[in-house]
DNA sequence: AAGACGGGGAC
DNA sequence: GTCCCAGTCTT
């Protein structure tokens, strides 16, 4: 009965996506791990360009991860795409370029977890696999009037409601009316298709289920950002796959003990970093994360020889073709607006030659 | 169970 | 400023 308002309210009420014209699983799963912790809105142009770039599991898997990575740039938790590329490359080697339609064989992939899982098995095999994302979880806390669900909980109230006939419809259903109407703030309870069975609604505890999070502690983190152009480009390294910004390319960064500890040059020799010149500070760019608040201390220098293996001098149209972080260019806006100053204050020196 | 991992949009 | 988004992996 619920079901049946509920699809159709989605079959009335949904949202024109980019992979909702498909059934194609690649298409399918790109779409699921583009989206995991991403607005969809913000998803959708690197959607579009990753399947007119990648449109089979093969393609993804002949291309160089850093061509990946560089439309990757932007849009955040970066081994979601290097798992997404390891993962067509096991597909095309131990699956003979089938995407496996079993939840075991799915879910044994990297990057692929419980909703993962459950999203792309009913969604592109219609296999009854519940899937359990954000607005699932609000959704179920809220029907069941739950404060503070586990993951286990719901995965079993969900397999409990899963319409066998059509899984794929209505994981979909669930999650659009969590996103349409069951919203965190303001959610319009009166135009709900589930608003006669929803607890919490009859409880009038609808605003405070689930309980929020509580927000993990902030810990404040200061680097050196070592910014040496020259006409022949940008030194970058290349970021160790593990920790933040992983594999993609970024400018050579030091930790720095607290805001005000002084450039230290033996600490930075130690760590493979010797400048031919002093270097001149740029103001800081604040880089926010959920659980880290990261200082960037510019300091523009000319990096001297030899370098670590990992550094690149790139010019500025390979640039563009490389995975950067977003902070990369703030630093260089930081960059470009001192050298505009100094020409202003100076212009004589830096006439045309 | 908790922390690491990005970035941005809505308020 | 705050919250949190179609989560996964590691410890």
Not at 31 to 44: G, K, L
Not at 287 to 297: A, D, K, P, S
Request: charged share 25%.
């Amino acid at each position: 009965m619920a079901r049946g308002r509920l699809r159709a309210w989605f079959q009335r009420c949904q949202r024109e996506l980019p992979w909702r014209r498909t059934r194609d699983p690649w298409a399918i799963w790109v779409s699921e791990v583009m989206c995991q912790q991403t607005r969809v809105d913000s998803a959708i142009p690197y959607y579009e360009r990753f399947m007119r770039l990648y449109p089979t599991t093969a393609d993804l898997a002949a291309a160089p991860v850093d061509e990946l990575l560089s439309l990757w740039s932007g849009l955040g938790y970066y081994s979601r795409a290097r798992n997404l590329h390891r993962a067509a490359t096991q597909v095309m080697r131990d699956h003979g370029g089938r995407i496996p339609c079993t939840e075991s064989e799915f879910r044994a992939l990297p990057g692929v977890g419980a909703y993962t899982a459950g999203a792309v098995l009913s969604i592109a095999f219609e296999q009854p696999v519940p899937a359990v994302d954000g607005n699932v979880r609000r959704v179920l806390s809220r029907l069941e009037d739950l404060a503070a669900p586990t993951n286990r909980q719901l995965t079993v109230i969900a397999d409990s409601w899963i319409d066998r006939r059509a899984p794929g419809e209505w994981t979909q259903a669930l999650m659009e009316l969590g996103a349409l109407l069951c919203k965190p703030i303001a959610p319009e309870c009166d135009a709900c298709p589930l608003r006669e069975e929803c607890r919490a609604r009859r409880h009038g505890t609808v605003a405070e289920r689930p309980e929020p999070r509580r927000p993990p502690k902030v810990k404040e983190v200061h680097l050196w950002a070592f910014w040496d152009e020259t006409a022949a480009g940008l030194v970058l390294e290349r970021r160790p796959d593990q920790g933040i910004w992983g594999g993609l390319w970024m400018v050579p960064l030091l930790a720095r003990e607290s805001a005000a500890a002084p450039f230290d040059p033996r600490r930075a020799a130690a760590a493979g970093i010797s400048l031919q010149c002093a270097a001149q500070p740029l103001p800081a760019v604040i880089h926010l994360l959920t659980h880290r608040r990261i200082l960037l201390h510019p300091l523009r220098v000319r990096l001297a020889q030899p370098w670590p293996a990992e550094w690149e001098r790139v010019s500025g149209e390979a640039l563009s073709r490389r995975g950067t972080p977003t902070s990369l260019a703030r630093i260089g806006r930081a960059a470009k607006a001192q050298m505009d100053r100094e020409w202003l204050a100076a212009p004589q020196e830096k006439s045309v030659g």
